[in-house]
DNA sequence: GTCCAGGATTCAG
DNA sequence: CTGAATCATGGA
């Protein structure tokens, strides 16, 4: 945006290092729908209300926000997880045992989960179904352009849910939602009598939590799983998703699994931060960089039967 | 033109 | 309960 007026470029000072090259699968890798890489690299994001830039610059990782804007840096750092929380529980996965694992941990060193808003979680993976990253994200642009509140600089926040139960058909249509049009509308106008929803949600245990998402139209349980994980913090859920299949077929040997046994898999092989371990795979497997398991050698599950 | 996409919903059996 | 058909749209 070229109305758009930054402050300078500053280091931002994680706990745990951010390798260079890892920003574009960590901030453009399915997880959030808002990032855009500029023409010198650099990365520009909104979330929630807030508009951040960052970089591998001269000084290691940078930002900059939009000025007169107080608590980007708080905000940005609340989101990249700055404490390193991750950090002992990514340590703590089953890599050193897990030889697929390790490769795909070993592509992606330092991804993490991030710690996005529920609202705006939630209507990028309503957006999501049947749906490329790439097409997610015009469709969650068009969503901001002509719905959101404007945040300066030309840059938008997600819309209401107000705005998305009072927009008219003719403007959710023009946003290439598809049949997705009405689930947005349909979990707007649920929501919109529960003004704290976000709160409510978030002091439910994960299974109560995956209940009440899964009760708004349009949100199955992958979708669900994602929120959970990318809007709640549900470190522990294990989205499955057709990468996820992929990957659990291929490197694992579990060909003919369903979704809710893999995730089942999921959630008793890697643990508590299961979802973390879920992201490694997804991106190691959307890039081609998994291994392919021998036929011979299909892990034996405690739980669920393959077949039928 | 055909096929597919970080699936969900509806319907048939 | 499980499995298949259907859904709207754009890109390959």
Not at 108 to 115: A, D, E, H, K, N
Not at 185 to 203: D, M, N, S, V
Not at 290 to 296: C, D, G
Request: glycine content about 10%; aromatic content about 8%; proline content about 7%.
């Amino acid at each position: 945006m070229a109305s758009a007026e930054w402050t300078s470029w500053r280091p931002l000072r994680l706990a745990e290092e951010v390798p260079a090259g890892l920003l574009a699968e960590q901030l453009d890798g399915g997880q959030s729908f808002r990032w855009q890489r500029e023409p010198d690299g650099s990365w520009v994001g909104v979330f929630g209300s807030t508009v951040a830039a960052l970089r591998h610059g001269p000084q290691g990782l940078e930002w900059r926000g939009l000025k007169g804007s107080a608590h980007a840096e708080d905000a940005l750092r609340d989101y990249l997880d700055a404490e390193g929380a991750q950090a002992r529980l990514a340590e703590a996965l089953p890599w050193r045992s897990d030889p697929v694992l390790r490769v795909a941990r070993e592509a992606y060193p330092g991804l993490r989960i991030l710690r996005q808003d529920p609202h705006e979680t939630l209507i990028g993976f309503l957006c999501s179904s049947n749906k490329r990253i790439l097409q997610i994200r015009v469709m969650v642009a068009a969503l901001a352009e002509k719905l959101g509140e404007p945040l300066g600089g030309g840059f938008r926040a997600m819309p209401t849910w107000e705005a998305i139960a009072a927009a008219d058909d003719a403007v959710l249509r023009s946003c290439s939602l598809g049949y997705r049009a009405a689930y947005l509308r349909g979990t707007a106008k649920k929501l919109i009598a529960r003004r704290r929803w976000a709160q409510e949600f978030a002091a439910l245990p994960t299974p109560a939590l995956l209940a009440e998402l899964q009760s708004l139209p349009g949100v199955g349980p992958k979708v669900a799983s994602c929120v959970t994980l990318f809007g709640f913090g549900r470190l522990e859920s294990f989205p499955v998703d057709t990468w996820v299949v992929q990957a659990l077929a291929d490197a694992y040997g579990l060909r003919g699994w369903k979704p809710a046994q893999l995730e089942q898999f999921g959630r008793t092989h890697f643990g508590a931060a299961a979802g973390l371990a879920q992201q490694f795979l997804f991106s190691a497997a959307r890039h081609g960089m998994l291994p392919r398991a021998e036929v011979t050698q299909s892990p034996k599950p405690t739980r669920p039967r393959p077949r039928k």
